[in-house]
């Protein structure tokens, strides 16, 4: 099976949390704070290699949770990161948040990496927070939370030249004509499942990727057959080969339905150069028809030649022709290449829900800082109270008439309103 498609759930480390400690040592009777940090939380980092073409790992597996980052120690000492998990992906692949399809990655160089979901910040340890005021502070941080998400990954072929056509057109026997690639061939419609991809040797040194897309019915912009999972593969070649069956009972009709379906998946696709070969020149069918699509063809003012894979007919004059064709398109834009990091919005929005005299405040910073916080101890309370008012929810609270006594749920912490 070829897979191009799979949905994955991922899952960065916690942070450690900062330790409160003191030191405590002989004739030291004032030794001051010395609570270390927490560690990082593990990351979630997709890179590319080149020696894979299939995304079949993720359909054996489909939950990947990096390590969380160790606490931190006395005599200021930094708990262990957690180390990040690394998860290879053929080059090609698109990397996109499932529930709102946003793009994420498009990772087209080889070795190129993209850390989707950082791991959480470690806790500051009490050595942080002592101050003139305060030299013996109890005050100190939980590791951040790791972020989660499902994502979807999807792989686009890397080649230079596409080779589109209707089922049976010779496109897999062309393909092994030309590249050591072998397609599996035979004379009915659809043996070809999924794209193959061979190097072309054109001239001497000059090489080129040809893809074998499968091939294309009526329909396929809108999904009919496997045609989304087929035009995906064509949008990152830069020049196509449209092979016509030269056996069909209207090569040019063919022709025509196969732009069309290009153009209503992607106009892009339709505005490629692109060069219309008839194929199957060994056959009568053929031989006929060469004056007739030639003659409209070029009317319409695309190039035009004619072949026959089986025999070689025509063959590498097509080959040039191609490569010329190839040397004069346009490159696409690459993607940087430098590593690429999404982190955590640093959203201080808020909503607050009353049921009766329970209320509950939603919002990624406050929830965030809620886990972030040693709620045990009375330091810690008084800087999350701070936070409260400085976000303006201790205001929101009051203005929608919180009494002391209410219940508060912020995250996975319940706390009670105080005067």
């Known amino acids: 099976m070829f897979y191009d498609r799979a949905k994955i759930y991922v899952r960065s480390g916690d942070g450690g949390d900062g330790m409160i400690s003191f030191r ?9 704070p010395d609570g270390g940090d927490g560690g990082k939380g593990g990351g979630i980092i997709f890179v590319t290699n080149p020696n894979l073409n299939s995304l079949v790992r993720f ?5 990947y949770r990096a390590d969380h980052g160790k606490h931190g120690n006395p005599k200021r000492q930094t708990g262990a990161s957690g180390p990040n998990v690394v ?13 709102n399809e946003d793009l994420l990655a498009d990772l087209t160089q080889p070795d190129q990496e993209v850390l989707i979901v950082g791991g959480g910040r470690g806790g500051r340890g009490n050595i942080h927070f002592s101050s003139s005021r305060n030299q013996a502070p109890r005050l100190a941080e939980r590791g951040e939370p790791g972020a989660e998400m499902w994502i979807t990954l999807e792989l686009k072929l890397i080649a230079d030249v596409g080779i589109v056509g209707v089922p049976n057109a010779g496109k897999s026997t062309l393909l092994s004509a030309v590249s050591a690639a072998r397609p599996k061939v035979a004379s009915y419609p659809f043996t070809t499942l999924h794209p193959s991809l061979g190097v072309v040797t054109v001239g001497e040194y000059n090489t080129m990727v040809l893809a074998d897309i499968p091939g294309l019915i009526e329909g396929a912009s809108q999904g009919t057959g496997l045609g989304h999972d087929f035009l995906r593969h064509i949008e990152r070649t830069r020049v196509l080969i449209h092979l016509l069956d030269g056996a069909a009972s209207d090569p ?6 196969i732009n069309q379906e290009l153009a209503l998946y992607d106009v892009s696709l339709d505005e490629k150069p692109q060069l219309v070969v008839l194929n199957k020149m060994d056959l009568p069918d053929a031989v006929a028809w060469e004056p007739i699509l030639e003659d409209e063809i070029v009317k319409m003012g695309y190039s035009f030649c004619s072949i026959s894979a089986v025999t070689g007919q025509g063959v590498q004059e097509m080959l040039y022709r191609v490569k010329k064709m190839l040397d004069e398109a346009p490159v ?3 993607a940087l290449d430098e590593e690429i990091v999404i982190g955590p919005p640093e959203d201080e929005s808020f909503s607050i829900e009353q049921t009766g005299s329970a209320w509950r405040v939603r919002g990624p910073r406050i929830e965030r800082v809620a886990a972030m916080t040693y709620f045990e101890f009375d330091d810690t309370l008084v800087r999350f109270q701070h936070i409260l ?3 303006g929810i201790t205001q929101a609270l ?4 919180i009494q002391p006594g209410d219940i508060v ?4 912490q319940e706390l009670e309103w105080g005067e």
């Open 332 to 334: 696409a834009e690459t």
């Open 252 to 257: 040019l009709v063919d022709w025509a339905m």
């Open 409 to 412: 749920t912020i995250g996975d």
């Open 389 to 391: 008012e400085r976000m």
């Open 398 to 401: 009051e203005e929608r008439g």
């Open 24 to 32: 405590r040592e002989k004739f030291v009777p004032l030794g001051g």
């Open 59 to 63: 359909h054996r597996k489909n939950h």
């Open 87 to 99: 998860l290879e992906v053929p080059v090609g692949t698109v990397i996109r948040n499932a529930e």
